[in-house]
């Protein structure tokens, strides 16, 4: 098996646990809720194939709604924002020879901080329209889109500096 699947499964699994166990629990302001989970998606290296994205998005988000008791509004989120993945990454990040290209603040901050906040933006979006299946309460809804952005986005970047920095001293 190849290094980089046990890193992405080791990874997979880290951000599962972290999502359910300590993430989840804060909320700040009532508002905001960091969610972390989709930094998986933004790991992954440019040439994936589309159906492991889908399969994996997917299983992600079925094992933090399975843990969370929330009746697939992460699966479906996840799953959906993972299939539009190819062709955002088109958007911030060139396509062609770069199959093993892993995103990263190391490598192309500028477009990496772009696609995070993009792919953040889109994920929290759908999570939390999906949750709140109704247009009613659009003001709330907004405000925990822009506030959980605010909180997951220097996450995502902060672990993905460490990451990197980590990376960068074994080699």
Sequence with gaps: MKLSYIYEILLFV??????TLLLN???LFGIATPVLY?????KLPVGRNLYSVIVSSFMMGLIIDIFLNTPGMNAAAITIVGAF??????????REGYDDFVPGINTAAGPF???TIF???LHL?????????????LKNTLLRIGTSSVVTIPLIIAL???MCRRKAGEQ
Excluded at 14 to 19: S, T
Excluded at 38 to 42: G, N, P
Excluded at 125 to 137: K, R, Y
């Design 119 to 121: 792919m953040v933006l």
């Design 160 to 162: 993905d500096s460490l």
């Design 25 to 27: 629990r804060i909320n």
């Design 125 to 137: 979006t759908l999570l939390f329209f999906i949750e709140s299946f109704t247009l009613f309460n």
């Design 38 to 42: 989709s930094y998986f998606l933004l």
């Design 113 to 115: 901080v772009r696609f």
């Design 85 to 94: 993945r190819k062709n955002i990454l088109g958007l911030f990040f060139e």
């Design 14 to 19: 880290l951000l599962i646990l972290l999502q």
